[in-house]
């Protein structure tokens, strides 16, 4: 949430200091869009990348869990199958 903050705050600011040099407005609005567009990539492929990473681990851990539970029914099988039948 907060680096979505930043990115608004940003870009409010981004008006603010384009419009105090004065510049031409179509030059203006075409840095204020193409500035705001790049900050808006960034923001969302950090936020991508760092999600993916974090679904990335846990998909990992529990392939690990499931591969680890697979394991230990088939040793409790193999304890049930050679304890020898008292008659």
């Known amino acids: 949430m907060g680096l979505i903050m930043a990115l608004f705050i940003f870009i409010c600011g981004l008006w603010g200091i384009i ?3 004065q510049a031409n ?3 203006a609005l075409a840095f204020f869009i193409g500035t705001s567009c790049s900050a ?3 923001v ?3 936020l991508f ?3 993916g990473a974090v679904a990335g681990g846990v998909y990992g851990v529990a392939k690990v869990a499931e591969t680890n539970a ?3 029914q088939g040793q409790r099988r193999q304890n049930v199958q050679n304890h020898p039948h008292h008659q």
């Open 70 to 72: 697979r394991i230990g």
């Open 25 to 27: 407005p179509l030059t």
């Open 40 to 42: 808006f990539a960034f």
């Open 44 to 46: 969302s492929t950090y």
């Open 19 to 21: 419009k105090s040099y």
């Open 49 to 51: 990348a760092l999600f």
